[in-house]
């Protein structure tokens, strides 16, 4: 059975760290791109950041260039998401996807090519 499986979030001051990891289980994890996707109160998914399916390749919003990092460990079959100078506006529950069967490069931006989700793991950051 195909799993996704985030850790723990937290609660951070403004301008404080916090790394999100994301197990996969039940499949070939490198046969799949990874995203990161949030939702904030009142407000639709948003993509994050991306990754390759061997982590050649990253992408990351606008909002968030600059303060987070996305990588992959394919022999730990786990995505990270490393955030630096948190701000307000980050505070959102924050969810891991996979797409299958992506290009070797390719990142998806579009929510709807993501198969497998996590269950979302909060991210508050206090001003």
């Known amino acids: 059975q195909v799993q996704l499986v985030e850790s723990e979030g937290g609660l951070v001051q403004t301008g404080g760290s916090l790394r999100l990891s994301c197990v996969a289980s039940?499949?070939?994890?490198?046969?799949?791109?990874m995203g990161w996707f949030r939702q904030a109160p009142g407000k639709e998914r948003e993509f994050v950041a991306g990754?390759?399916?061997?982590?050649?390749?990253?992408d990351y919003a606008d909002s968030v260039k600059g303060r987070f990092t996305v990588s992959r460990d394919n022999a730990k079959n786990t995505v990270y998401l490393q955030m630096t100078s948190l701000k307000p506006e980050d505070t959102a529950v924050y969810y891991c996807?996979?797409?299958?069967?992506?290009?070797?490069?390719?990142?998806?931006?579009?929510?709807?090519?993501?198969?497998?989700w996590g269950h979302g793991t909060q991210v508050t950051v206090s001003s």
């Open positions: 996807a996979a797409r299958p069967n992506p290009g070797l490069f390719a990142i998806d931006y579009n929510m709807g090519l993501y198969d497998y």
């Open positions: 039940g499949w070939r994890f490198s046969s799949y791109s």
């Open positions: 990754i390759s399916r061997l982590g050649s390749n990253t």
